[in-house]
């Protein structure tokens, strides 16, 4: 495994945001999402796919709004905003 960590944030487009969370799963991506990561029952068996593709490449899925307001939240989000403290920040495809 690579030493480089591949993350992708989801956010939006909640009509496709599974089949997005699917796709960034089966490239090795780690996926942070947002609320709500599916919106119907077919969605919701696509998004029970996911889980098990993340725990099988032992890839992260991880639902980013459920924590935006807990306390250890904040020092994460003080210490991101630090200068040099990330790697490139690359923009998202609008597909």
Known sequence: MSSDVNVVVIAGNNRE??????????????VLADKPMCIDAAGFEKLKTSFKTAAQKHLLLYDVMTERYEITTMPAKGFGQRPGSLRTLNSGHHG
């Open 17 to 30: 945001k599974t089949d997005y969370i699917s796709g960034s799963l089966n490239a090795g991506l780690n």
